[in-house]
């Protein structure tokens, strides 16, 4: 009897190891409570009764997985910024799959004021950074183009281009589209106040498209998500004049989704430009000292309408059209005073330029996508048509001051430009297992841009400059790529391949270009987890660099004869190699995020200045041979308290380039660097507050010294009527210092020039939400 108790008791107790010894798996996701997105890098903690405690970090997409043995435990999710998430009594006595654990923004009280810790405005992403806008209170009121002057390693100039890291060959897109909002400087036309926020991707995968040598900045717009009627209005002035009115409005089931909004703009930017130039030519020395003043105004008109079909759980389909109107015009007056080597004046010419473009912007959009019971297995398809025409008007009239001469020489160009753009992409995304997934797609850009433009001189018709263009771009690409999960080890492999059938030609002969090849574009993504909050990437990815058709086009107008820009229709793509290390620590109190990278670059496209027999001087893109460039960036953040948060951003960068034009070696080799420091406080039930200073130092091109440039903003905001108002002022180019000189010295001349683009405005914007609250997005359009 007594060997069957103690038989029955062993029994008893090896059966109660053997269950503890079994270990159960937890997995669920964790979202934001408002905007449903993933929460990445949340800390997840598991604490048994005995306080021992395992953790784990939510991955990308906020999900996570985390195994125990059977018992009785306390489930814990934190995330700066946010509220803990906390279940008790977790029985786990087998595998567990959670509902969606949605959590909520931290709000303290504090003597009586609510003070909410201020979730950053940059976040750090495996493959990207994101800055997101709803955040920025000095671009409320502005386009997108000050969106992107507030993002930390981007900048655009006076003329729009934009730049990363210094590097003008990037590609802009929005919502992960290529858009012709994107050139000639229309981004200026999309209100701050549509953006949600901004994507920098300076290695991007095989997903995305391989042009652009020095990344992609995805420009990301806002969606509705509310159920129901609901909206926006939003109104803003300034001085100088920047006005701007906006209405959003939406409406909500569970069957369909209406959306539209409607936007208006108007802004004056008064602007000067001063050259100073020594000519050196057959012994003979002529001076040149020329001053211009710049009075533009832009008034835009946009409206977008569209809906959601959700046919089932499981597949939406989505349409919308948006539509843009803008006028754009300016008026020049530049007086050339011309001195001999004496600097004894020898004459002086006064040129009056009124300058007028009316442009539309058409864009026609169908989208699909499929969900399947396997989880984040998707595919998804759309189709966009855009078509586009803009009619440039440049009136000019000039007259000689000193010596006299009563007659005034009128001088008209037009240049009516017009494209059709297909757009059609397909991506299928599988999981294969848990940690694995395969991606693949297909995509075609289509484009035919016509050009045609004369001038006419003192009623007779410049043959030099008139002509018609005709521009074909067809680009065919598919891509596959992998990913999977070993431990602490993450990879992405892939491999792009882009057909490219482009042709530019003119109705009188003069050119017939043709560029056909097929490239291949290998990525690869490694990321190793040294601790819960610290990974370490390395990136390499082959990108392409196509001409713009404006680099292409010999005609870009006669608005100054003695400075002019033409295209190059024989100009080649460039090809780089890019490769990147980066340090991305989890965000906390502190967080500093190092990287460093290198690209090298083939046949390189550089600006050339030449000289004519008239002295007058034109600028020309050509190709060169090779560009090496190296630097390394560090983005830093602090939160001291829980109202303030501090961030700064330095970039440094080495290059060198080397090349031969028409026997001319251009070789150069300089370093320079440029910052970004940022402070934002916020009493929400008081007042926000927001400062911005960035600063470039100089830097030494082919031919051309850029001195450095600072400037600063400064920006309160107050929420009003339980948050469904709020009132925003800011003050851009604090300083008035956004002045651009650049210096061009040869044996032969010298070129010394200022440009002033604006200076300090003040703006006012306020916004009523009516059923919206104030963390509610507004629908946008998905591939304008």
């Not at 690869?524 to 292409?552: A, C, G, M």
């Amino acid at each position: 009897m007594k060997r069957s108790i103690t038989l029955l008791v062993f029994l008893f107790g090896f059966s109660c190891l053997a269950q503890q010894s079994v270990q159960f798996t937890i997995k669920g996701k964790v979202l934001d409570s408002k905007t449903r997105q993933p929460i990445a890098y949340a800390s997840v903690l598991l604490v048994s009764s005995s306080q021992e405690k395992k953790a784990v970090a939510t991955d990308l997409d906020g999900s996570f997985s985390i195994k125990n043995q059977s018992g009785n435990y306390q489930l814990k999710i934190e995330f700066m910024s946010y509220k803990t998430f906390t279940i008790e009594n977790l029985q786990l006595n087998k595998d567990l799959t959670l509902n969606d654990i949605l959590l909520d923004e931290n709000i303290n009280e504090l003597n009586e004021v609510n003070v909410v810790s201020e979730k950053s405005s940059v976040d750090l992403k495996l493959d990207k950074k994101v800055f997101n806008v709803g955040k920025d209170i000095l671009s409320k009121g502005g386009s997108a183009n000050d969106i992107l002057n507030n993002v930390p390693s981007v900048s655009v100039d006076v003329a729009g281009a934009v730049s990363l890291r210094g590097n003008n060959a990037v590609t802009v897109l929005i919502n992960g589209k290529p858009s012709m909002l994107t050139a000639n400087n229309g981004l200026s036309q999309i209100s701050a106040a549509n953006i949600e926020k901004i994507e920098v991707i300076t290695n991007p995968s095989a997903a995305y498209e391989a042009q652009g040598g020095a990344g992609i900045i995805n420009i990301v717009l806002k969606k509705n998500s509310m159920k129901g009627f609901n909206g926006s209005l939003q109104a803003g002035i300034a001085n100088p004049a920047k006005n701007s009115l906006n209405a959003n409005v939406s409406y909500k089931t569970e069957k369909i989704n209406l959306f539209s909004n409607i936007g208006y703009r108007y802004f004056d930017i008064d602007a000067s430009n001063k050259q100073f130039q020594v000519n050196s030519n057959n012994g003979e020395t002529t001076i040149l000292n020329q001053f211009s003043d710049i009075a533009r105004n832009n008034t835009t008109y946009n409206m977008y309408v569209g809906g959601d079909y959700y046919i089932n759980e499981k597949n939406t389909l989505t349409g919308s059209y948006y539509r843009s109107k803008n006028d754009n015009n300016y008026k020049v007056q530049t007086n050339y005073n011309y001195a001999n080597a004496a600097n004894a004046t020898d004459s002086i010419i006064s040129r009056f330029e009124n300058y007028k473009e009316p442009q539309y912007y058409n864009a026609l959009e169908l989208n699909y996508v499929k969900t399947f019971d396997k989880k984040d297995k998707k595919w998804t398809t759309s189709l966009q048509y855009d078509f586009w025409n803009d009619d440039e008007n440049q009136y000019i009239d000039q007259q000689k001051l000193f010596p006299s001469d009563p007659e005034i020489s009128n001088l008209y160009s037009r240049d009516i430009e017009s494209s059709n753009d297909i757009f059609i992409k397909s991506d299928f995304v599988n999981p294969i297992s848990e940690h694995s997934k395969i991606e693949m797609g297909i995509r075609s850009d289509l484009r035919a841009l016509r050009s045609d433009y004369y001038t006419i001189l003192d009623d007779i018709q410049m043959e030099q400059y008139t002509n018609k263009l005709k521009y074909d771009e067809n680009l065919y690409s598919a891509y596959f790529q992998f990913g999977s999960k070993i431990k602490k080890f993450n990879y992405l492999i892939g491999l792009r391949s882009e057909l490219s059938d482009i042709q530019i030609a003119d109705t009188k002969g003069t050119f017939n270009k043709s560029k056909n090849y097929i490239n291949l574009f290998p990525t690869l993504h490694f990321v190793y987890n040294i601790t819960e909050k610290t990974d370490l990437q390395l990136s390499y990815s082959k990108r392409i660099n196509r001409p713009k058709f404006w680099q292409l086009n010999p005609f870009s107008g006669l608005s100054d004869l003695r400075n002019l820009t033409v295209g190059n229709p024989d100009l080649n793509p460039m090809f780089t190699n890019s490769y990147e290390l980066t340090l991305l620590a989890k965000p906390g109190k502190f967080s500093i995020n190092p990287s460093v990278y290198y690209q090298h670059t083939k046949d390189f496209f550089e600006y050339i200045v030449e000289r004519t027999a008239e002295n007058y001087f034109v600028n020309t893109p050509v190709n060169l041979d090779t560009e090496n460039r190296y630097g390394a960036e560090v983005s830093t953040t602090y939160n001291p308290v829980l109202w303030l948060r501090l961030s700064l951003d330095f970039n440094y960068y080495k290059f060198k380039q080397k090349g031969v034009y028409k026997d001319v070696v251009y070789d150069v080799e300089d370093q320079t660097w440029f910052s970004n420091f940022r402070s934002v406080v916020k009493f929400p039930k008081i007042i926000s507050g927001d400062f911005n200073f960035r600063y470039r130092g100089k830097n030494q091109g082919i031919q051309t010294l850029t001195e450095p440039q600072y400037s600063a903003n400064i920006g309160v905001s107050k929420d009003l009527l339980e948050d469904k108002m709020s009132v925003t002022l800011n003050v851009n180019n604090l300083f008035n210092s956004q002045i651009t000189t650049e210096k061009t010295s040869t044996d032969s001349y010298y070129i010394d020039s200022e440009f002033k683009s604006q200076g300090r405005y003040i703006n006012l914007t306020v916004i009523y939400r009516f059923n919206r609250k104030k963390n509610e997005a507004d629908r946008l359009p998905d591939g304008m």
